[in-house]
């Protein structure tokens, strides 16, 4: 089992910045890929940006490349994401994930965090 708690987030002025973190725990060693997604009220969860734990490899959507950043510690068991020149369409519940090597699905998910952009 693995265990995902977000941190960081809250009210952001649009061109702002923000910092979201994901403590992970648990069974880190069955993990192969983290990530961010986001859910906007309304809309379906989207995928924001992955990590592959032992290459670094990284993806992102369209919508936040070039301006969202994420990172890694492998050895605190930390994912960030580094959210930069946020528009009000980037307001949303963030989630962090982690997809089990033996798995091509995200089997597990925190809680969630609120990030909302004002204008």
């Known amino acids: 089992q693995v265990q995902l708690v977000e941190s960081g987030g809250g009210s952001v002025q649009a061109g702002g910045s923000t910092l979201l973190s994901c403590a992970a725990s648990g069974s880190m060693w069955s993990i192969c890929v983290t990530a961010w997604y986001r859910q906007a009220p309304g809309k379906e969860r989207e995928m924001v940006s992955t990590?592959?734990?032992?290459?670094?490899?990284?993806q992102y959507s369209d919508s936040v490349k070039g301006r969202f950043t994420i990172s890694q510690n492998v050895n605190r068991n930390t994912l960030y994401l580094q959210m930069s020149s946020l528009e009000t369409e980037d307001s949303a519940v963030y989630y962090c994930?982690?997809?089990?090597?033996?798995?091509?699905?995200?089997?597990?998910w925190g809680q969630g965090t609120q990030v909302t952009v004002s204008s």
């Open positions: 990590i592959r734990r032992d290459n670094g490899v990284t």
């Open positions: 994930a982690a997809r089990p090597c033996s798995t091509p699905y995200f089997n597990y």
